[in-house]
């Protein structure tokens, strides 16, 4: 089960420090296709794992 | 970022390079093993004992794959941070984040079928009354996943390749990662 947990909390965590930094760094430096790209896919990845993390730590509860 | 060093060589950063290698090292090994096995694993004309032992086998591999996949990203931030490698603004390493950004998304579409052929290959030891319908549904999770792994095992080759040709090594350097006189001298960020 540790692993799911862990699983998840990257996906999550991980896709919002990676997707919110690119952000942060457009918004200094201007557009960025990697960057935007990035955005793209980790927070899209931490958007979708959210409700299954949620999902997982309150069924646990 | 304080240094830790001996005989010249940054420690910390040196070991933190090492074990992101070596887990991507490890990461292509087994799954170019969890590749070679899912042939027996599928095919019904296998004797059913030698599929749950390599199903076995697989799902072990998963485990330790899945937990390589975890720590991948954060020590290659703290690698980051350790080597001096700005980590938005450094144009070769944000495309390889996108690249790493793609295998997270495999790893998302991979979940739901991690361990469904251990699990129906359980089901038919156990005697169920609709073998070929799980048989098939095996068949089908391993060649829709498969193409998958094939498709993170190509990235991970990529991203290793966009590594060592950005590795920053100092010149005149007598041996892999000992820091030369004059980067010793210069500055500190």
């Known amino acids: 089960m540790l692993i799911v947990y862990l699983l998840w909390i990257t996906v999550v965590f991980g896709g919002m420090f990676m997707g919110l930094g690119s952000i942060r760094e457009m918004a200094q430096s201007g557009f960025d296709p990697a960057l935007a790209l990035n955005t793209f896919l980790y927070l899209g990845c931490a958007l979708y794992g959210m409700p299954k993390l949620i999902k997982l730590v309150f069924k646990r509860g | ?113 991690s361990g469904s052929a251990l699990r129906n290959l359980k089901a038919i030891q156990e005697g169920v009354s609709n073998p070929d319908e799980l048989n098939r549904q095996i068949k089908r999770d391993m060649n829709f996943a498969m193409p998958v792994v094939f498709l993170v095992w190509i990235l991970i080759i990529v991203m290793s390749a966009l590594s060592l040709l950005n590795l920053e090594t100092p010149e005149d350097q007598e041996y892999i990662f000992r820091k030369t006189g004059a980067e010793i001298a210069k500055p500190a960020r």
Do not use: C
Not at chain 2, 62 to 70: E, G, P, Q, S
């Open chain 2, 1 to 113: 970022m304080p240094e830790f060093q001996i005989f010249g060589i940054d420690v910390v950063k040196t070991m933190l390079q090492g074990t992101h290698a070596l887990m991507v090292g490890t990461w292509l090994v087994f799954d170019f093993v969890v590749y070679w096995l899912h042939f027996d694993i599928k095919n019904p004309a296998v004797p059913l004992t030698r599929r749950i032992e390599r199903a076995h086998v697989m799902h072990g591999i998963d485990r330790v794959v899945a937990y390589i996949f975890i720590l991948t990203l954060p020590i290659g931030i703290a690698l980051s941070y350790a080597s001096g490698t700005a980590l938005f603004t450094t144009n070769w390493l944000n495309w390889k984040h996108v690249l790493y950004g793609v295998i997270v998304v495999a790893a998302l579409v991979l979940i739901p079928v």
